[in-house]
């Protein structure tokens, strides 16, 4: 069995199987896997679309260190994941520390390695490329190691956020007072309460307080919502009242949700899928390995 890529061979095993990894530039490519058997060779082509580890400087023979930035405090092993942008073919990649090398990759504008065994201070991060035509182009900065006390050790909660079917301002719309209330920054962008938008009959409605956490809305499946509206037509988007929409519960309404928002580490907002599958995820957010913490 052989693997190729845009027409070069990469990869040959004399064997019924093949499981590896094939290193791919970022772009759009054809993967190939041709095998042969006693009636001859047979293949299956597949296109693949190799995408950057984060946005890239995109100006040509530019080197992005993705997983760092000037002045990163980290412990160790910490991950150095970094990209090239090149009109040219990238014939290397390779990672120096305080301006030693520290390993590399070859054909590829992709670096990703892990680091360890720094002494704990200050030193210097450089991702260096150079491409077909010999040039060499790269990124620098300073980073602090910290020892292994302050890193990963001191994690005690993974907090994930998971919003919804409904907008921000519907759950979190009074969280900017919450945080005032902690001595935090007010700094959310919540209800405005001299705002007004029209509902469908024209009349104005401004921002109010729920009286319920049960509040009217459509499904949020797309073709049960075209199927309540219009006869199921998929004639246009969906128009609700308007009145429905500027709703939100006070932050004494909602307190599990905004204890968690000052110090969420992800967020996981979701698609259009029955509420019960996204309500299971959400009662795992505020989980603790105590259970003290834990939502049922």
């Not at 896997?33 to 296109?47: N, Q």
């Not at 921000?168 to 209800?191: C, E, H, K, T, V």
């Not at 979701?270 to 309500?279: A, N, T």
């Amino acid at each position: 069995m052989q693997i190729y890529v845009d027409g070069t061979l990469k990869q040959t095993v004399k064997a019924s199987t093949i499981d590896t990894f094939v290193a791919m530039p970022t772009g759009y490519h054809t993967l190939t896997v041709k095998g042969w058997d006693s009636a001859g060779a047979f293949k299956t082509a597949v296109p693949v679309a190799m995408q950057p580890p984060c946005a890239l400087n995109p100006a040509n023979q530019t080197v992005t260190i993705c997983s760092l930035v000037a002045g990163s405090i980290v412990s160790q092993p910490f991950h150095v994941v970094a990209a090239a942008t090149d009109s040219n073919p990238v014939k290397s990649m390779t990672l120096f520390l305080d301006g030693v090398g520290h390993g590399g990759i070859s054909n590829s504008a992709i670096l990703d390695l892990y680091v360890s065994n720094l002494a704990v201070g200050a030193h210097t991060v450089s991702v260096q490329a150079q491409d077909s035509t010999g040039l060499v182009f790269k990124q620098k900065f300073n980073i602090t190691v910290t020892s292994a006390a302050n890193g990963l050790s001191n994690l005690k909660h993974i907090i994930f956020f998971v919003q919804e079917n409904r907008s921000f301002n519907d759950y979190f719309g009074m969280l900017g007072q919450y945080r005032a209330s902690l001595n935090l920054p007010n700094d959310i962008d919540g209800i405005d309460p001299n705002a007004a938008l029209p509902n469908t009959q024209g009349q104005l409605v401004h921002p109010y307080h729920y009286a319920t956490v049960c509040t009217e809305n459509l499904s949020p499946s797309w073709n049960e919502s075209h199927n309540d509206v219009d006869g199921g037509k998929m004639d246009q988007f969906l128009r609700l009242i308007t009145m429905l929409g500027p709703g939100s519960p006070p932050a004494t309404d909602s307190s599990r949700l905004c204890w968690l928002t000052p110090f969420p580490t992800a967020c996981i907002c979701s698609p259009p899928l029955l509420s019960e599958i996204r309500l299971r995820y959400r009662h795992l957010q505020a989980a603790s390995p105590s259970g003290q913490f834990s939502s049922n």
